[in-house]
């Protein structure tokens, strides 16, 4: 069975960083691309980070891009997501989300280009 945890929200000061956690299972993370999304209440999921199943390239957004890292420990199945110098605009729920092989860069944007997804974690940025 898929399944996707995330973990590591909470609040954090402006400027600060945060390392998500996307704990997996039922699926290999060699076989299945991961990605980061953020979500705010009335708006659309935002595409923050994907990273790759075979050569653990990665691909960033708009939201974070220069701002921080994806990788993952093949050994805990588990796809993590630093953030650095958070703006109290980027309080979120954040969210990962799986899907088979490679996604390309004109789709992996797309919160529909993913089949499995996880309950998120809620990020608080704030003084």
């Known amino acids: 069975q898929f399944r996707l945890v995330e973990s590591g929200g909470g609040l954090v000061q402006p400027g600060g960083s945060l390392r998500l956690s996307c704990k997996v299972s039922?699926?290999?993370?060699?076989?299945?691309?991961v990605g980061w999304f953020r979500q705010v209440p009335g708006k659309e999921r935002e595409i923050i980070s994907i990273i790759s199943p075979y050569d653990n390239s990665t691909f960033w957004g708009d939201v974070a891009a220069g701002r921080g890292s994806i990788s993952k420990d093949m050994s805990k199945e588990t796809v993590y997501l630093q953030l650095n110098n958070l703006k109290p605009e980027n309080t979120a729920l954040y969210l990962c989300?799986?899907?088979?092989?490679?996604?390309?860069?004109?789709?992996?944007?797309?919160?529909?280009?993913?089949?499995?997804w996880g309950q998120g974690t809620p990020v608080n940025v704030s003084s």
């Open positions: 039922g699926f290999r993370l060699d076989k299945y691309s």
């Open positions: 989300a799986a899907t088979s092989g490679a996604l390309s860069i004109a789709t992996f944007r797309l919160p529909w280009a993913y089949d499995h």
